[in-house]
């Protein structure tokens, strides 16, 4: 009865790290998201001197 109490907490503790684990890459994900958008609107082409 023991291992199987045992069993079942230790299958909660790996859960609740695999939620965790997401959680944490998730928030990563859209951090790094965020940071990006104004970035990619500030960056300005390089002017051309090829035609001149």
Do not use: E
């Amino acid at each position: 009865m023991n291992r199987n109490r045992a069993a079942s907490v230790l299958s909660a503790l790996l859960y609740a790290q695999g939620l965790l684990g997401f959680a944490g890459a998730a928030s990563v994900v859209l951090k790094d998201g965020a940071d990006t958008g104004p970035v990619l609107q500030r960056a300005a082409p390089a002017p051309s001197t090829f035609g001149r």
